[in-house]
């Protein structure tokens, strides 16, 4: 049965909410007043939807959503009408306030089990993975992508186009103008490296083993400069018999292919 | 004129006084108590156990009470508290308290919380405090009487900002900020961290002290704070030598903020209950935190 199939039981719906005619939403769904769900917006099981919220364009919510008061989700640009496309996985939390952009021509999605505080912004196009956590007033800007367990503080940015790797830790105020490698804790504004996130490794069942390697590839990649990748220390990393130590290397591989990052 | 229907939904079981004004599109959940005189402009949403004093002005896309950000919450009936006499400007959050942070966030009295600020779990935000906009303050926050808080500051969690204190527009907050002080970072500089670089005058002259005790507390926090190399034998001295009033209040606060972690004292009290939480709690949830958390 597809999640959005209309069963025996009806959504619990306020009357002062205004659902368009056409917007699918699954048996379970609860929508508090004076929110507004567009007539292309797809609700699956378990999603709730609180007070005064905007869901519109084309997007899909998936299961065990919430969304908080204010949120805007499928937001068009700037002074555009025409919303895109937005798909936004299970299990996530959008916080008051928080706005995702749908973009025209590009997709936004959002995974799994992220939580998106209040005053997020996701731009148009944005690709985030499961399981991230980005504190209040984070941007996340058009286009950009954003690894699994990637966690962001306050006012941090992620500029259009660039990306931040998995397990990644931006801190407050920081600005990703360039990639952020994968493993990372990346400060300032542009941003420099200034070590392994090893508590978010830690906590993600990291072995101790893997988190040392990392931290020994770091120590030759980044010592002392914050953000200087040599190619030839890179491309002898991509045979390093540690997986995690080959994934950082491919990644950086990419980001020197690519021409970011100069 | 034409009367038009007012569309605002307000729980049946919500206490909500007489005199108090609640506009259009506004949402007051269930357990919610607001006093006489409280203006709930536009679009405010009011849920959880929050309890509104009287005479507040709470502005269009406030969201009062919802669910902390806070993963350890496990969605106890946990308490916000906002008293008399603030002023909440547009989008301000505020959440209510979690289980291990002590139960209770509070907004004390005659407060302004400028526009989008906000306010997370078991924080106490005392009385007569500037926030301006967009301010962050994380979790477990203490802001002393007629502290200032510049615009897009963001204070990290457990950090306590002394009375009078004031924090210069975007610091980065990572440690406590001394009573009477002006902190803020230097142009934007990322490898010089935000510290105190001078005295807040409008501070020390809306503290109203003596004559001789500002003399006294002005030379303790040039002398301070003008190196703050061996900051620790320069206190003690201060002790020693029998200093009291806002001299002494200021070396306890010192004291205390370099025993603690990163210069975080209230990160001792992480997963126990402060102090404040015996101070504001009512009587009955007392003898719950008593027991939850040591």
Known sequence: MSPFEVGEKMPDISPLAVVETGAKLAEDVRIGPFSYIGEQAELAAGCVVDNSVTIAGKTSLGENSHVYPMAVIGAAGQGQTDHGRCIIGEANTIREHATVYCGKGRTTRIGNNNLIMIGCVIGAGASIADHGIFDNCSHIGPGAKVGNYVRMSGFATVCPDKAVGDYAFVTGYASVDRDAPPYSRVQGSPIRVRGVNTTNLKRCGFEDEDIRAIKGAFRELFNGSGYMVDKDVVSRMLSDPNPCVQRLAESLRGELAGGVGK | ?294
Not at chain 2, 77 to 86: A, F, K, S, V, Y
Not at chain 2, 106 to 112: A, E, K, P, Y
Not at chain 2, 189 to 196: C, G, I, K, L
């Open chain 2, 1 to 294: 004129m034409t009367q038009v229907k007012v569309l605002r939904e307000i729980d049946p079981s919500a206490r909500v006084s007489p005199e108090a004004k609640i506009g259009p599109f506004c949402v007051v959940g269930p357990h919610v108590t607001i006093g006489p005189g409280t203006t709930l402009v536009r679009r405010v949403c009011v849920s959880g156990h929050t309890k509104i004093g009287s005479n507040n002005v709470i502005d269009e896309g406030c969201v009062l009470g919802a669910r902390p950000q806070d993963l350890k919450y496990k969605g106890h009936p946990t308490l916000l508290l906002i008293g008399h006499r603030n002023r909440l400007g547009r989008a301000v959050t505020a959440h209510i308290g979690t289980e291990p942070g002590g139960f209770l966030t509070r907004i004390g009295n005659g407060n302004v919380l400028s526009d989008r600020a906000h306010v997370a779990h078991d924080c106490y935000v005392d009385n007569d405090t500037r926030i301006g906009r967009d301010v962050l303050l994380a979790g477990h926050i203490r802001v002393h009487d007629g502290a200032v808080i510049g615009d897009l500051v963001g204070v990290q969690h457990f950090v306590t900002i002394g009375r009078h204190a004031r924090i210069g527009p975007g610091t980065p907050v990572r440690r406590d900020v001394p009573p009477f002080t002006d902190f803020y970072s230097k142009n934007y500089d990322w490898d010089e961290p935000p510290a105190v670089r001078g005295v807040h005058q409008y501070g020390i002259a809306a503290a109203r002290l003596d004559k001789e005790e500002e003399k006294e507390l002005r030379r303790a926090l040039s002398e301070l704070f003008e190196d703050e190399t061996a900051l620790q034998t320069k206190i003690e001295q201060l002790v020693n030598m029998g200093v009291e009033g806002a001299v002494a209040e200021l070396c306890q606060f010192v004291q205390r903020s370099l025993q603690g972690v990163f210069g975080r004292h209230r990160e001792l009290a992480r997963g126990k209950a402060p102090p404040e939480a015996e101070l504001y709690l009512p009587p009955e949830l007392k003898t719950v935190v008593r027991e939850s958390i040591p």
